[in-house]
């Protein structure tokens, strides 16, 4: 075999090995990933309002004011986000069946805090209704909120497929007023803080 053939072995060789510890590395980082942590740490309910004294008016409005931290539990991984992220504030009815109150884009995401802001000017009756009755007969009313977002895992030369990303906050639970009649604005605190859950 002649020298430049030893040569060509060699190098196929290397190059072999090469993508075999690639293949490996990237198969044992893929086993033993873990996904950023998201944490509503602080809420309010800013206006829970109706525009009359009957229940199950459709022109109630609300708004929130809501904080989410992330964090990465596996370090020695990079987490890159895109660049926005899809926030959606929720209500589940007495079935379990979850009705969408407002979808909003939140625009830069930085990837380490989301402050977000999102407001609801009207909704179904039924709706309107239930959330009228938890306020009347606990003082307390419970939203949640889901988040969309695509990430991306980074070590070195390993780089992964960018990979959606859904988390369900919930509940959030705010107590406020039993007066259900109150047509001004009345403030809802947040109970306490919730961890999300990736679905």
Same mark, same amino acid.
């Given at each position: 075999? &002649? ?21 490996? %590395?990237? @198969? ?16 309010? #309910?800013?206006? @829970? ?5 009957? #229940? ?7 708004? +929130? ?79 949640? #909120?889901?988040?969309?977002? &695509? ?8 780089? &992964?497929? +960018? ?5 369900? %906050? ?19 605190? @947040? @109970? ?8």
């Amino acid at each position: 075999m &002649s020298s430049l053939c030893r040569f060509f072995v060699g190098l196929f060789a290397l190059i072999g090995a090469f993508f075999v510890i690639l293949f490996l %590395c990237t @198969l044992i980082i893929n086993r033993t990933i873990q996904f950023p942590t998201f944490q509503v740490e602080s809420a309010s #309910l800013n206006q @829970l309002t109706g525009n009359g004294r009957k #229940l199950g008016t459709e022109k109630m409005s609300a708004a +929130w004011n809501i904080t989410v931290s992330l964090s990465n539990p596996k370090q020695y991984l990079s987490v890159s986000y895109q660049d926005t992220l899809d926030a959606e504030i929720f209500y589940m009815d007495e079935y379990g069946g979850i009705i969408t109150l407002n979808t909003s884009t939140i625009q830069p995401f930085n990837g380490s805090m989301i402050e977000m802001k999102l407001k609801v000017d009207s909704c179904e009756p039924h709706v309107t209704n239930n959330i009228y009755r938890s306020r009347r007969e606990h003082g307390r009313v419970e939203f949640g #909120l889901k988040l969309f977002t &695509s990430i991306q895992f980074k070590k070195d030369i390993f780089e &992964s497929n +960018w990979i959606t990303l859904k988390v369900v %906050c919930y509940p959030l639970s705010f107590v406020i007023s039993q007066n259900v009649y109150n047509i001004t604005t009345s403030a809802g605190i @947040l @109970l306490q803080g919730v961890t999300c859950t990736r679905s």
